[in-house]
C-alpha cells in the first residue's frame, strides 16, 4: 500500500471542509513568554466533537460505498475515534457499532452515546484498545460490516492531514513561517497525515512527534524496523495509549517524521493544570502531550516558531484529583512513604514535631496496631511546599527510621498501597 500524498490530503479537505470545524491557530503569549520561542496552538480541542479524531472517521465513512454503509460500520476506540464515527454515523444516518475498552472514562463513554443517539450501539470490551479493536474486527467479519479503522488506514490519515491543510494556511496568513509542528502519537494516525502535507509544503519545518512515557509504541517499531506489541502498557494516555501502531502509520512516520520523543505522564498532567489554570484551555492527557514536550526542547526552540496541536479537549472532570497528584509526584512534592512507628503514646506527635517541616502537611496516614510489636508500619503521604524542602525531610525521615521504605522506588508497593 503505497504512502497518503499531499493530493490525497487536499482532496480530503474538499470533502470536509463544509462538515467539519475549521479550528483556530492561536499565538499563545503565556508559553511563548515562559520558552522565549513563538509559540502557536492549534485548537483541535474546539473541533464538533472536541478532536482532531472527527475528520478522519467522516472522511473514512464518506469513502465506502453505499452498500457498505447499509449494512453498518464498526469501530474501536478509547473514545475519540469512537466519537467522530458517532457524530458521522447520526449525520448521515448510518447505524454503527462501537467497541471501547471496558476502562474508558466515562465522560468519553457518555459523550459517545450523546453524539450517536439511535444510530449507535456500544459495547464496551477489553482492558486495552488493543483488545477492544480485535474483538470489534472479529464482530464486523461475522456480521458483514465495515471496520473503520481508529489509525492504519489510507481515509483515515488523509483525514486528520486536513488538520494541517487549515493550520498551514492560517500560519501563512498571519507571516508565521513554522520551525516545528509538534503533535502526539497513538496509533499514529494523526502524525501520518500531518507531516504528510507540511513535509510537501514547508519540507524546512520539523515534525516531532511525541508519546507518553508509558506507551512508547511508535518508538519501539523505530527500534525494532517494524510495528511491534509492546509488552507493558501504561493507560493513564488513554487517548495515545496504543500497544502497536499500525503499518501504515509507521511507514508514514519514517519517512516523514524529524524525531521522536516520550515525556512522563507526570509532566503531562503539570501541563494539563498548567493549561488550565493559565490559558483556561480543557486539554485531555493525549491532547496536552505536545505542549508538554516543550520542556524537553527549551533550549532547542528559543527564538524559533512552533506549532502544538492540541488534539483534544475530551478530559473527565472526575480524573483531576488524580492529574493533580500525579503532577505533586512528578514535581517531587508529593512523597509517600512507608514508615515504622513505635508502638506507644506520642510516637505520632513526635514525628510531626521533629520530622515534618513547618510546610509540610500529612496527606494520608493509614495504620493497623499490631498486637505484641514493639513497632508497626505506617503507609504515609507528605506534601512538601517548595522542592528545596525536601531533601531535609528525607534526611529526618532517616533518622526516624533507617528501614523507610520510599513508595517511588517501589512501583508494585505504591500501585498496592496508593
Known sequence: MG???????????????????????Q??????????????LKREDL????????????????????????????????????????????????????????????????????????????????DTFDASAAAA??????KGMAFIDPFDDPAIIAGQGTLAVEMMADAL?????????????????????????????????????VEPKGAPSMQEAFDYGAPIALEQLDKFVDGAAVKEVGQLTYQHAKEYVDQLMTVDEGLVCSTILELYSKQAIVAEPAGALSVAALEAIQDEIKGKTV?????????????????EERSLIYQGLMNYFVINFPQRPGALKEFVNDVLGPDDDITRFEYTKKINRGSGPVVLGVLSKTREDVPSLFERIVEFDPTYIDLSENQSLFTLLV
Open 307 to 323: 506549532i502544538c496541536i492540541i488534539s483534544g479537549g475530551n478530559n473527565d472532570i472526575n480524573r483531576m484529583a488524580e492529574i
Open 47 to 126: 473541533q464538533k466533537v472536541r478532536s482532531f479524531k472527527l475528520r478522519g472517521a467522516y472522511y473514512a465513512i464518506k469513502k465506502r460505498s453505499q452498500s457498505e454503509l447499509a449494512a453498518g460500520v464498526v469501530c474501536a476506540s478509547a473514545g475519540n475515534h469512537a466519537q467522530g464515527v458517532a457524530y458521522t454515523c447520526r449525520e448521515i444516518g448510518v447505524q454503527a457499532v462501537i467497541f471501547m475498552p471496558s476502562t474508558t472514562p466515562q465522560q468519553k463513554v457518555s459523550q459517545v452515546s450523546f453524539f450517536g443517539g439511535n444510530n449507535v450501539t456500544i459495547e464496551l470490551v477489553g
Open 137 to 142: 474486527k472479529a464482530f464486523a467479519k461475522e
Open 3 to 25: 504512502l497518503v500524498t499531499r493530493n490525497d490530503v487536499d482532496q480530503a479537505y474538499q470533502l470536509l471542509k463544509s462538515a467539519v470545524a475549521h479550528t483556530p491557530l
Open 27 to 40: 499565538y499563545d503569549r503565556y508559553l511563548s513568554e515562559k520558552y522565549q520561542a513563538t509559540i502557536l
Open 173 to 209: 496568513a498571519e507571516s508565521y513561517q513554522p520551525d516545528y509542528v509538534i503533535a502526539a502519537i497513538g496509533g499514529g494516525g494523526l502524525i501520518s497525515g500531518v507531516s504528510t502535507y507540511v513535509k510537501d509544503v514547508s519540507p524546512v519545518t520539523k515534525i516531532i512527534g
